[in-house]
């Protein structure tokens, strides 16, 4: 009564094991929108209040609405990034209304750096680029957690240099 068993087991052991961005990443952008979108409603308000009458300055509302709508697409966006090391390669997936799914052969790697700016440093974050010899398949993973990203280039560049050595 086994009928499959055996089959069931190769499809899951192939199936990758996805690893989300952690929510560092969903806050450092909400917080920019606000600030950002913020500064821009209080000064439109205040320019429009005193050039154009306390009626004009109801458009400053526009940017309060576009702050709502951009919460909402950055947290979709956020939880459509995740990645997953296979035996021979690295899967990046990313986007709502167009999935975008990168492949990086371990051995195809010529660089793999963590790269952290002074808002990404603030929110204790880092990225991993990778490089590879097509500019095309260059990919990005962002957000990452400076461990876990150290972590992964010191991974990536191992497992890179021992699939490129045959070649």
């Known amino acids: 009564m086994e009928t499959g068993s055996g089959q069931d087991t190769e499809v899951a ?5 996805w690893t989300g961005l952690p929510p560092g990443l969903l806050r450092m952008r909400r917080m920019l929108l606000v600030v950002w979108l913020g500064l821009i409603a209080v000064g439109l ?9 306390p009626a004009w300055a109801a458009l400053a509302l526009l940017p309060v609405a576009l702050i709502v709508w951009g919460w909402v697409l950055i947290g979709r966006n956020w939880r459509s990034w995740r990645y997953a090391e296979r035996a021979d390669d690295l899967l990046i997936s990313r986007g709502v209304l167009w999935r975008e799914e990168t492949v990086v ?5 010529q660089l793999v750096e963590v790269t952290s700016g002074p ?3 603030h929110f204790g974050l880092a990225s991993v680029q990778l490089h590879t010899a097509a500019a095309a398949t260059d990919a990005t993973i962002p957000g ?3 461990a876990e990203a150290e972590r ?10 021992a699939r490129s050595a045959g070649l």
């Open 13 to 17: 052991a192939a199936e990758p094991v």
């Open 45 to 53: 308000g205040v320019l429009l209040g005193l050039l154009c009458g």
């Open 105 to 109: 052969p371990y051995g195809r790697m």
């Open 119 to 121: 808002v990404e440093r």
């Open 144 to 146: 990452l957690d400076p």
């Open 152 to 161: 992964l280039r010191d991974r990536l560049t191992e497992l890179g240099e």
